[in-house]
């Protein structure tokens, strides 16, 4: 069987023209020979009926404190709606489809209500519908324990779904279909020149969307690079190729030129920094242990963390900084607070061993007058942290500096 996974967000199924369009893509693959499983989100966003956020806020105009079991079995009625409007769609052009949640799909997930983790997946009724001739719509993110309680997998999920089918099945390929032509090299709304990549590597991808590129979950692109299914993100749209996620070392025509070595740049706002100073602190009281364990104690997520001698620095979004703070002062220390900032990203497989990449990246702020209040890398990305009021420059004059848009 010739596997191909075709996902559909949520906003390309909105409108009965939207979901025609997505319906040609999986009718086409079905043409060319291949099985199509295809993956759905809920319809629509936010202030749409059926779209998750809206099931969300209508519970908690009742009661805000719903447990997260319940909630799952809340949120999973968006995706439940549109496989079923899918299949319609595709039967009313005489394609025999057959609808799936989650679980009857065969995807087991952990017992963490609301973010659950997948942790098998049995094909084998899709298997069978799809031998019998039909295509198999299933409801994107979510899936059921092993007692049979409904799970969400957290935002994002459908990518999750999608990529988890691809490598049980061993699909030919994974197709992420989104409101754009592909990934590209910056957010086009503060880039005007960006362009859509033609191919990147997991890891590339990975970074990117970790770092605040929403094109694609990166837990996705992390379970399809265990088995090496090419991941391609499309547009519904249109029908440009768009971009092609696979291993370098698969694939031939990856090509790591020595003077391309930024692929993208990308981009979080709304970030604070804070700066403790640890110098009176003696060195067997861990003041650095007790700093970290404090905040995840409290559920705040940590970034960007630089960790010296006599200081640890680090950044938290900025709704949860005076919270941080407090914590802080109450164990004794004074940290120093800076709001409104954001982590601009460099990300490019190239830059590994390449001499002046960090100075490169300095250079091109320091000519637009952008100061730098942090920074940190790796083998495939180096970061900057800049003031927020700065953080659209400062993603132009690196664009610029590598000429990404050419």
């Not at 519908?129 to 039909?134: K, L, M, N, S």
Request: charged fraction near 20%; glycine fraction near 8%.
């Amino acid at each position: 069987m010739k596997y191909l996974v075709q996902k559909f967000g949520g906003t390309s199924l909105a409108t009965p023209e939207l979901r025609e369009l997505a319906a040609q893509k999986i009718i086409a693959a079905k043409k060319e020979g291949y099985s199509p499983v295809v993956v759905v989100s809920a319809i629509g966003r936010q202030g749409d009926p059926y779209a998750t956020d809206t099931l969300l806020k209508f519970i908690g105009g009742i009661y805000p404190e719903i447990s997260c079991r319940d909630l799952d079995n809340l949120m999973a009625c968006g995706e439940v709606i549109s496989g079923v409007t899918m299949v319609a769609v595709l039967e009313k052009h005489g394609y025999k489809a057959v609808f799936l949640t989650g679980g009857q799909a065969g995807i087991v997930t952990d017992d963490s209500f609301t973010d659950a983790h997948i942790t098998q997946v049995n094909p084998a009724l899709i298997n069978k519908y799809t031998a019998d001739g039909a295509i198999v719509v299933v409801a994107g993110f979510q899936g059921q324990t092993r007692e049979g309680l409904i799970t969400t997998l957290g935002r994002g999920g459908s990518d999750t779904s999608a990529a988890a089918l691809g490598v049980a099945l061993n699909a030919e390929a994974i197709d992420i279909y989104t409101d754009v032509e592909g990934i590209m090299t910056a957010d086009p709304r503060i880039v005007k020149n960006a362009r859509t990549l033609d191919i990147v590597t997991y890891n590339e991808i990975c970074q990117l969307a970790r770092e605040g590129a929403k094109v694609i979950h990166p837990r996705a692109v992390e379970i399809a690079m265990q088995k090496n299914v090419p991941l391609r993100v499309k547009c519904t749209f249109s029908d440009a190729p768009g971009t092609l996620v696979t291993s370098a070392a698969d694939n031939g025509s990856v090509e790591i030129k020595r003077d391309r070595v930024i692929t993208g740049i990308t981009h979080i706002p709304d970030v604070s920094q804070l700066k403790v100073d640890i110098s009176g602190w003696a060195e067997n009281d861990y003041p650095q242990l007790k700093i970290f364990k404090a905040m995840a104690l409290a559920g705040i997520s940590v970034d960007f963390i630089n960790v010296h001698p006599d200081a640890a620095i680090f950044t938290v979004k900025d709704d949860v900084a005076s919270k941080a703070v407090q914590i802080l002062e109450n164990m004794g220390f004074s940290p120093g607070v800076t709001p409104g900032c954001a982590k601009v990203s460099a990300v490019g497989a190239g830059m590994a061993g390449v001499p002046g990449v960090m100075a490169s990246i300095l250079e091109a702020l320091a000519a637009e007058n952008i100061k730098v209040l942090q920074t940190a890398d790796s083998h495939s990305t180096i970061w900057c942290l800049v003031r927020q009021d700065e953080m659209e420059k400062a993603i132009r004059a690196l664009h610029n500096y590598f000429a990404l848009g050419e």
